[in-house]
C-alpha cells in the first residue's frame, strides 16, 4: 500500500483537538473544591523489619489532616491476584497490605500515608516521620534468589519459589532431540524495563456519606478488574464503588494494575470525608509502579537434516518481585504460551517456568506481557541454527514457516492464516538487502562495522475472551457508543467512529464514544492484549447490526410496510414499493412514541485469539572502538488484518517500535545486588529512546483478513514492542560476527557491546 497518511480511510484523531489546545482532561487538571493532597513515605531498605513508626512530630504539623499507617488500615483485605494460573502446586499469593505491615520487602514499599491541605505541607510531614528500621539480608538478582540459600522472601515460599508451570510432553519432545540431526541451545536475557509514560499514575478518591459510595478516578485502565479487586480489598460490594478514567497519558499495562494508593485516598477521603488527591512523582513511578520482564531463558532446538525444526525445549526463571501484582504471574506463564514457536510449524513444545520472588518491585503486564519474550526465544535460537548451519537465516524461517491454515501449535492455539513467507520476501525487497554488502564496505572503509538483521513476530491478540457494546441515540440525533474497552490515547473516538459510520451509513461526527467509567459502561474487559478493535470493535458492529434489527418494526410503521419486508443499507430503511427512511428518523419516531431510545446491545463471547504477525529488518551500524551502536534503517512488513485507520495503525507501530529498540539498545531498570538500592529510579539513570536514536519507520501493512470478529482485524497495539528486540540485537551480532561476536545481551549499551569486543579480541589473541 502507499503511505498511510495518502489512504483515505486515515483520518487525523478526533481527540486531537482538544489534546492540542490544552482542553485534554487529565486526571491532575481536575479542579475539585475541598480536595486534600496525599504523599507515601516509602521504604528506603530492600528488606527490613519495620519495629515502630512515629508520627508524633508529622501530625502537629497544621494542615495535616491525617497520617495512616499499617495499624489504621488493619480492617483492609489484601490485595488479590487476579490471574488464576495452574502449576504443579498452587501459586503462592502471600499476603499484600496497602502499607507495608511488619515488613518492607522492596525499596519503594509503601510505609505510611499523609494527607495535607498541600502537597509540600504533606511531603514535609513524611519527612518527620520516624521508622525504626531492622534491615535484613535481600535479594535482587533472580538468578541469586533462586540459589540454595539465598535470602528467604517469604516463609511459605521455600526457595523463594512462588510457582511452577510446566507444560507439553516431555517423553515426545525428548524423543525428537534424540533424532535430532543438530541441536542448537541459547541462554537469553529479557532485561527488566519501566513502562515510564508520560503521565505518571494519580489517583483521587472521593466518598459520599449519604449514598455510602466510593468512587474513584485514576489514570490508569481496565476500571472494571480494578474496581472488582478495590473492592475486595475495601470489603464493600462491587456496587458500592465507582472507578474512571479521564483521559491517559499512556499506559502500557502498567496501568491495569490495581495499586495501594488506591485504595489509600478512598480510605482517608471515607475517613476525613474530603476528596483526597494523589500522584506520583517519577521516582514513585519507578520505585512504586510495576516493572516488567526480567526474566532469563534457556531454548533448545532440534533440527532435523535437511534444517526442519523438529521440537524445541524452553526453561525459563522469572522474576515476580516482592509481591504477586494483579496480573503479574502471567508475563511468563499463560501470556507467552500461545506465542511459544512464533512463526514456525514445529510439532512438539515443552515449556517449564519457575516464578521466583525478589526484593524488588512487582513485574506485571508491559506491552505485549509475554509475547515479547517468546518471540525472543525462538527468533534468536533460528538465527543462531542458520549460523551454525551455515544456511541463509532468511532460507531457514522460509523452510520452517507455518504454511497451511488453520494449524494448531502444540499447546492448543489455533492460527486461522498468514502469509509469513511472502512477508518475509518483502521486507528482504524493501529494506534492499542485495545492497547491503556495498554498505557495508562503506561503513567499513569509515572503520565502522555494518550488520543487517531480519526478525519475525507472532503476536496473539485478545485480552480477556468476552466483551460488550452498547449503542443508544441521543435527542439530537447523535449516538452514543458505550464499550468496555479503554482508549490510553489510541485513538479510539476516532476509529470507533470510523467503524460504525461504515456499518451504520451515518457520518462520524454523529458518534460519540463513552468509555472508562464503571458508571456509564456496565461491564468491560478493559484495555490490554491488542484488544480494542478486535473485541471492542466487535462487539461494537454487532450492537450496530442489533440496533438496525431493533429499528425495523419502527420503520416498517413509518413505511407501512411488514417489518420482514424491511432492508437496510447506507444509512436508510427500505421496503419494495414503499420507499425509504433515515436511521435518524426512525429513531426519532421511536423515542416519540415510545419515550425510549432507540438502543442495542452487542456482546462477544469466548472470543478467539488473533494473530498479528510480521517480518521486519535492521541496519546498524557500530563503532568498534567504543562500542556504540546507530540504528540506521528499520523496515517492516506486518499483517493486521483488516485496517480500519491505517495512519493510526501506523502510530501505535511506530510507538511499539520505539519501546522494543529501547530495550534492545538502552531501557534496564537495575537493583545494586549488594543493598538492593534501584540504581535507575530517575530520568538521569533509566535511558529511553529520543528522537534523535530512531530512524524514519519503514512500513508496510498487509490486510489478510481474520474471520475471529465481524471486522477482520488482528490488532496492532503491542507488534512493535514485539518483533523490534530480536530484529536490532541480530543485525548488530551481524555486525560483530567478523570479529567472534555470537552472543550479546540486551540491552546492547556501548559498554556492553565495547566489552564483547575486547572479549572477542583477547579470545582471538590465545
Same mark, same amino acid.
Given at each position: ?137 535481600? &535479594? %535482587?538478582?533472580?538468578?541469586? /534468589?533462586?540459589? =540454595?540459600? !539465598?535470602? +528467604? ?7 523463594? @519459589? $512462588? ?93 491495569? &494494575? %490495581?495499586?495501594?494508593?488506591? /485504595?489509600?485516598? =478512598?480510605? !482517608?477521603? +471515607? ?7 494523589? @500522584? $506520583? ?104 541454527? !542458520? ?380
Amino acid at each position: 500500500m502507499d503511505s498511510a497518511s495518502s489512504d483515505p480511510r486515515s483520518l487525523r484523531r478526533f481527540e486531537d483537538e482538544r489534546f492540542l489546545t490544552g482542553r485534554g482532561n487529565y486526571l491532575d487538571d481536575e479542579a475539585v473544591p475541598g480536595v486534600l493532597h496525599a504523599m507515601v513515605l516509602r521504604s528506603p531498605h530492600a528488606h527490613a523489619a519495620i519495629l515502630a513508626v512515629d508520627t508524633e512530630a508529622a501530625r502537629k504539623l497544621p494542615g495535616v489532616h491525617a497520617i495512616y499507617t499499617a495499624a489504621d488500615i488493619a480492617d483492609l483485605g489484601s490485595f488479590p491476584c487476579s490471574l488464576a494460573v495452574a502449576g504443579d502446586a498452587p501459586l503462592i499469593v502471600p499476603s499484600r497490605q496497602a502499607l507495608a505491615r511488619d515488613c518492607a520487602r522492596h525499596v519503594g514499599d509503601p510505609v505510611a500515608f499523609v494527607v495535607a491541605e498541600t502537597i509540600d505541607l504533606a511531603r514535609e510531614a513524611c519527612e518527620l516521620i520516624a521508622v525504626d528500621y531492622d534491615i535484613l539480608p535481600s &535479594v %535482587t538478582d533472580l538468578t541469586a /534468589a533462586a540459589e =540454595l540459600g !539465598a535470602p +528467604e522472601i517469604w516463609p511459605q515460599a521455600p526457595g523463594n @519459589l $512462588a510457582l511452577r508451570y510446566r507444560l507439553g510432553d516431555e517423553a515426545i519432545v525428548a524423543a525428537a532431540f534424540e533424532r535430532a540431526a543438530h541441536v542448537v541451545s541459547c541462554r537469553v536475557v529479557n532485561n527488566r524495563i519501566a513502562a515510564a509514560a508520560l503521565e505518571p499514575r494519580a489517583a483521587l478518591g472521593r466518598f459520599d456519606p449519604t449514598s455510602g459510595r466510593y468512587r474513584l478516578s485514576l489514570s490508569g485502565a481496565s476500571v472494571h478488574d480494578i474496581r472488582r479487586e478495590l473492592a475486595a480489598v475495601l470489603c464493600v460490594a462491587p456496587e458500592r464503588l465507582d472507578v474512571a478514567c479521564p483521559d491517559v497519558g499512556g499506559g502500557f499495562g502498567m496501568k491495569n &494494575v %490495581t495499586y495501594p494508593e488506591y /485504595a489509600l485516598v =478512598l480510605v !482517608a477521603a +471515607e475517613r476525613l470525608r474530603r476528596p483526597v488527591r494523589w @500522584l $506520583a512523582e517519577r521516582i514513585e513511578d519507578f520505585s512504586g509502579g510495576v516493572h516488567a520482564r526480567d526474566n532469563l531463558t534457556t531454548g533448545r532446538l532440534a533440527l532435523d537434516k535437511k534444517g526442519r525444526f523438529l521440537a524445541l525445549q524452553v526453561e525459563t526463571i522469572a522474576n515476580l518481585g516482592a509481591y504477586v501484582s494483579s496480573l503479574g504471574p502471567g508475563s511468563a506463564t499463560t501470556a507467552p504460551t500461545p506465542a511459544v514457536g512464533g512463526l514456525y510449524d514445529i510439532p512438539a513444545m515443552t515449556m517449564d517456568v519457575r516464578c521466583i520472588f525478589t526484593n524488588t518491585v512487582p513485574i506485571d503486564a508491559y506491552r505485549g506481557a509475554g509475547k515479547p519474550e517468546a518471540n525472543y526465544l525462538i527468533e534468536r535460537l533460528v538465527d543462531e541454527a !542458520a549460523h551454525r548451519l551455515r544456511i541463509d537465516p532468511a532460507a531457514l524461517r522460509k523452510r520452517n514457516f507455518i504454511h497451511r491454515f488453520p494449524y494448531r501449535k502444540p499447546f492448543g492455539a489455533v492460527l486461522d492464516c498468514g502469509s509469513f513467507g511472502s512477508n518475509l520476501d518483502g521486507v528482504l525487497a524493501a529494506a534492499d538487502r542485495p545492497g547491503f554488502r556495498r554498505r557495508k564496505a562503506q561503513s567499513r572503509r569509515r572503520g565502522k562495522l555494518r550488520g543487517f538483521g531480519i526478525g519475525c513476530f507472532l503476536e496473539t491478540s485478545r485480552g480477556a475472551p468476552n466483551e460488550d457494546a452498547w449503542l443508544s441515540f441521543r435527542a439530537d440525533g447523535r449516538i452514543d457508543m458505550a464499550v468496555g474497552t479503554q482508549s490510553n490515547g489510541q485513538g479510539h473516538e476516532t476509529s470507533f467512529a470510523q467503524l460504525l459510520s461504515s456499518e451504520l451509513g451515518l457520518p462520524v461526527e454523529r458518534f460519540h464514544l463513552v468509555q472508562g467509567d464503571t458508571a456509564l459502561v456496565p461491564s468491560g474487559g478493559g484495555h490490554g492484549g491488542a484488544r480494542s478493535l478486535h473485541m471492542g470493535g466487535g462487539a461494537l458492529v454487532l450492537a450496530a447490526r442489533a440496533l438496525v434489527e431493533a429499528g425495523k418494526p419502527a420503520a416498517g410503521q413509518l413505511l407501512q410496510s411488514s417489518p420482514d419486508t424491511v432492508t437496510f443499507e447506507g444509512g436508510r430503511f427500505r421496503a419494495p414499493g414503499a420507499g425509504e427512511v433515515d436511521l435518524v428518523d426512525v429513531a426519532r419516531h421511536v423515542a416519540e412514541t415510545t419515550g425510549q431510545a432507540l438502543a442495542s446491545h452487542g456482546a462477544r463471547r469466548n472470543a478467539p485469539l488473533t494473530f498479528p504477525n510480521g517480518a521486519q529488518a535492521a541496519e546498524v551500524e557500530v563503532d568498534p572502538d567504543t562500542g556504540e551502536v546507530v540504528l540506521l534503517r528499520y523496515v517492516a512488513v506486518d499483517d493486521y488484518g483488516t485496517l480500519i485507520n491505517p495512519l493510526l495503525t501506523e502510530a501505535q507501530v511506530h510507538g511499539g517500535l520505539a519501546q522494543g529498540i529501547g530495550q534492545a539498545l538502552m531501557e534496564e531498570a537495575r537493583y545494586d545486588p549488594d543493598g538492593g538500592q534501584l540504581l535507575s529510579a530517575t530520568f538521569m539513570d533509566y535511558a529511553m529512546p529520543r528522537a534523535m536514536d530512531l530512524p524514519s519507520f519503514e512500513l508496510s501493512m498487509v490486510e489478510l483478513a481474520t474471520e475471529a470478529n465481524p471486522i477482520g482485524a488482528k490488532g496492532a497495539g503491542q507488534a512493535g514492542c514485539i518483533g523490534a528486540p530480536q530484529t536490532v540485537i541480530h543485525a548488530i551480532l551481524d555486525a560483530l560476527r567478523p570479529l567472534g561476536v555470537t552472543h550479546l545481551d540486551m540491552p546492547a549499551t556501548p559498554s556492553r557491546v565495547w566489552r564483547a569486543i575486547q572479549e572477542a579480541r583477547d579470545t582471538a589473541k590465545g
